[in-house]
């Protein structure tokens, strides 16, 4: 039986996203259990909230299915609440603002549409408070595959799958969005058939805050665009640094810093391969230092690599593998940057959309899309290694997770 196609703007319109594994039946057992529990109507309270322990809220996008789901998180007990939908929007992307209670949610319809919505702490809720739209002229099927904010929380990054196009948004002290600042229009294709124009996937802000760099799917570049800190605005002004071409077909989709600021790690999603990049942030240059398969040995079928992150201190990298449905562990060189496969274990479910890390280092929170559920992992902080704690909530088709820590509790500072 053919698995079911996507058609929302991760992926281009005229090809779905690579099938994923067909779910065992144990896992569709534990999905239809755990459903019961998010289906729930939102709590007031929450254990943790009820006997006065800090506990997270965990704000989780839902591939085509229009809602944000939250779930009520104890970092003290590593124990997950469902609180249900909280928002009946279309969410491609969520992300949380650091301090402030604010949620931002990246729409998939026309328009490249990003709302803001105010966080009720006490119950999870959110209140829509406003709306813009990132593209000028809307055109294809719409869609956003990733919103981020930078380093400082006052720039909210766009990038925008269907039209190929990265956005910068101011962001105001209070989280509100004030107008579009820059917008920039990618060109180029690869030989995928899922490749036949740009379709822009992440913007990351360098260490720096001097550039901007881009990866784009579509064209298999990281493109690389000046940015100025004090107008929130990513340009092609000259000299321009221009771009990092990857192996044709790669299909460039997550970038992450090492906290040392001098190498860059680069997810490709058709080729599920990871790459140690070196970064002049001098000039804003990329340079090839290594390229690792996040592929088991003897993978035969769909090949897909999806999310990317690294350790607080730097000494690991994290990756998901949805083709073998995996989570991958890589110890970190410190010296070189370069890495070492450490870890291979299963995800905990069906196609690894994403996951995140929780600022504490100890959990991992696994947003499995197909088989719709976030799944809940301890970390070592010693050895950087992953254990299933067998927890998970039913969310439809989750495709991302966000965090916002608790305001009793001491915030994340880069160390």
Known sequence: MNEPQYTAPHIPPDAGPPPARRPSRRTVLAAMTATTAAALPLFSTTPAAA???????????????????????????????????????????????????????????????????????????????????????????????????DENA??????????????????????????????????????????????????LIDPTRRFALVADFGADRVFVHRYDRTTHRISDSTPTPGS??????????????HPRGRTVYLLNELTADIEVLSWDATTGTLTPRQ??????????????????????????????????????????????????????LPCGGVTPWSFSLHPEGRWLFVANEVSSTVNLFGVDPGTGQLTDTG???????PDCVSIRRSSSTKKYTRP
Not at 322 to 328: F, P, T
Not at 391 to 397: E, R
Request: without cysteine.
């Open 51 to 149: 006997e006065g322990r800090p506990s997270d809220l965990l704000y989780i996008g839902t591939w085509g299915r229009s809602q944000v789901h939250a779930i009520r998180f104890d970092p003290a007990r590593g124990t997950m609440a469902p609180l249900g939908s909280v928002a009946e929007v279309s969410s491609n992307w969520v992300t949380v603002h650091p301090t402030r209670p604010v949620v931002y949610v990246a729409g998939g319809e026309q328009g490249g549409l990003v709302r803001t919505f105010h966080v009720d702490d006490a119950s999870g809720a959110l209140r829509q408070t406003g709306e813009i739209q990132t593209e000028a002229v809307p055109g294809g099927s719409g869609g956003l595959s990733y919103i981020g904010l």
């Open 154 to 203: 006052d720039t909210l990054l766009v990038a925008d799958f269907a039209a190929g196009s990265a956005s910068t948004v101011q962001v105001h002290r209070d989280g509100g969005l004030g107008a579009v600042a820059s917008t920039v229009q990618h060109t180029g294709s690869g030989p995928s058939p899922r490749q036949t124009s740009p379709h822009t996937h992440h913007v």
């Open 244 to 257: 990092y071409a990857t192996a044709p077909g790669s299909g460039p989709r997550r970038l992450a810093f």
């Open 291 to 344: 390229l690792l398969t996040t592929n088991a040995p003897g993978h035969t079928g769909v090949t897909s690599a999806a999310e990317l992150a690294v350790s607080r201190d730097g000494r690991h990298v994290y990756v998901s593998n949805r083709g073998d449905n995996a989570l991958v562990v890589f110890a970190v060189d410190q010296r070189t940057g370069r890495l070492t496969e450490a870890q291979r």
């Open 391 to 397: 927890t998970s909530v039913a969310v439809p088709n």
